[in-house]
């Protein structure tokens, strides 16, 4: 443990202490300012790796479950033992929090770790691998730079557990590289997240802020990113005027968001820009707010209305700065959609209601349900975050990291002194063996 908390926070050294030259990274290779850079990725890296260490001895510790009253002499207990040598293969969106969050779970598991990072983020990749000998020990924790190649050689390799986040397309190789060697993984992949707002129980105003700040993060290039929005349609205009009221006062410069000193995110490379140019030349919805592309891969924040469910922008996850909104009959009309389409990882709900609450808790699936933000939750580490379905399985954040790749190994003692009970199992077998060590089977059923 000693050793943990001290890999845990050579980790927070290494992000506080150069927490100038990993904004300057991610401004190179994604155009993020400064705050955008220090608040989603730098921030939790320290605090996570802090939390880690500070907890590591209650985390560890033993668990003594309850026992039924005639196993009560037995030792019965749960370790908490660590898979073993673990891989975390990352995006390039979120290169250094992505990394480092499970990282600090691993390392307070007791487990060694390879990371890869993207080929998209070479400046933060390049980063990560120079900073990593300088603040870990080597022999435990690395980092292997490369593309498709690389990634495809680590695959065939046997690992004690994978954590994988990307694209769903991606996650299904990764998990049929897995089953060769029977191996355990985190897939932490995206989808479609909706976004519901309830118009008859919700400030449109500061719905639409909150909608358009966690779409403007990173320029929509990730995976809680709300998608898309559905919404009663004798409220469309209302919203889309709370939209544009937004805009004008996140953006207020001469040229709106593509204004020089806006200073947005850009799009990753010239694939995913004329990606996001195309869907909004062949959208059938009606652009409502922004829709220009500007240099340096930089599109504004874009709403689109009328949108239908067969339009473009609907086929798949947008990742990138672009709001369709779908108005629909009424919020029941919301329901049967989202329970229809495939799970995704969030599900963004604005709503006053504690009814329309109960009934998006009970009546939906999804990796998370917030309600009435968004993005926020990825600052909550007492959650787990992680997907279900098609947006991925397994959990992290927290506790949850280090559970992710912690093996619960039972255990029970019996003791010698009970033989004269046990041995009632034993050949050859009598009535009273059998009427006593059937109990379980006559247990009384209580009435519903």
């Given amino acids: 443990l000693a050793y943990r908390r001290q890999q845990l926070l050579q980790l927070a050294r290494l992000a506080q202490e150069n927490a100038e030259v990993i904004m300057t990274s991610l401004k190179a290779d994604l155009g993020r300012h400064r705050l955008e850079a220090a608040l989603p990725e730098v921030g939790p890296i320290v605090a996570s790796a802090l939390l880690s260490a500070a907890k590591l001895e209650e985390w560890t510790k033993p668990e003594k479950p309850e026992v039924e009253e005639w196993r009560s002499s037995w030792d019965t207990t749960i370790y908490k033992a660590p898979k073993g040598v673990v891989v975390n293969i990352t995006p390039w969106n979120y290169p250094w929090v992505i990394s480092l969050l499970p990282l600090a779970g691993a390392i307070a598991a007791g487990c060694t770790c390879l990371i890869k990072p993207s080929e998209h983020s070479p400046n933060c990749s390049q980063l990560m691998a120079d900073l990593f000998p300088r603040y870990l020990d080597p022999n435990a924790y690395a980092v292997v730079q490369g593309a498709a190649?690389?990634?495809t050689h680590l695959l065939t390799l046997k690992w004690d557990h994978i954590f994988y986040t990307g694209s769903t397309a991606i996650g299904r190789i990764v998990a049929t590289a897995a089953a060769k060697h029977i191996t355990p993984l985190t897939l932490e992949l995206g989808g479609k997240s909706s976004v519901v707002v309830d118009g008859d129980n919700t400030d449109l105003e500061i719905a639409a802020k909150r909608?358009?700040?966690?779409?403007?993060q990173n320029a929509g290039q990730v995976c809680v990113a709300p998608d898309h929005v559905y919404v009663p349609r004798k409220h469309q205009d209302a919203l889309v005027a709370a939209f544009k009221k937004a805009y004008e006062t996140f953006w207020p410069h001469a040229k709106g968001a593509l204004d020089p000193a806006a200073e947005i995110s850009h799009m990753v490379n010239e694939t995913h820009y004329n990606r996001i140019r195309g869907l909004l030349r062949d959208t059938n919805g009606n652009v409502a707010v922004g829709g220009s592309a500007g240099d340096n891969l930089r599109i504004e924040p874009t709403i689109v209305k009328d949108v239908d469910l067969l339009d473009p922008l609907m086929e798949q996850e947008i990742f990138g700065p672009v709001i369709p909104i779908v108005p629909v009959d009424d919020i029941e009309s919301a329901i049967t959609h989202i329970q229809a389409g495939p799970i995704p990882l969030v599900l963004y709900i604005f709503t006053n209601s504690d009814e329309t609450k109960e009934k998006f808790v009970h009546r939906t699936q999804s990796g998370q349900l917030i309600l009435n933000d968004t993005f926020a939750q990825l600052g909550v580490y007492e959650i787990p975050f992680g997907g279900q379905g098609d947006s991925g399985y397994g959990a992290y954040f927290g506790k949850h990291s280090f559970d992710a790749f912690t093996q619960r190994r039972g255990s029970i003692n019996v003791p010698?002194?009970?033989?004269?009970y046990m041995g009632l199992r034993y050949?050859?077998?009598?009535?009273?063996?059998?009427?006593a060590l059937?109990?379980?089977?006559q247990m009384k059923i209580p009435d519903a």
């Fill in 211 to 216: 909608i358009l700040w966690g779409k403007q």
């Fill in 149 to 151: 190649p690389e990634t």
């Fill in 427 to 435: 050949p050859p077998y009598s009535e009273e063996a059998f009427q």
């Fill in 438 to 441: 059937t109990a379980q089977a």
């Fill in 416 to 420: 010698l002194a009970a033989e004269p």
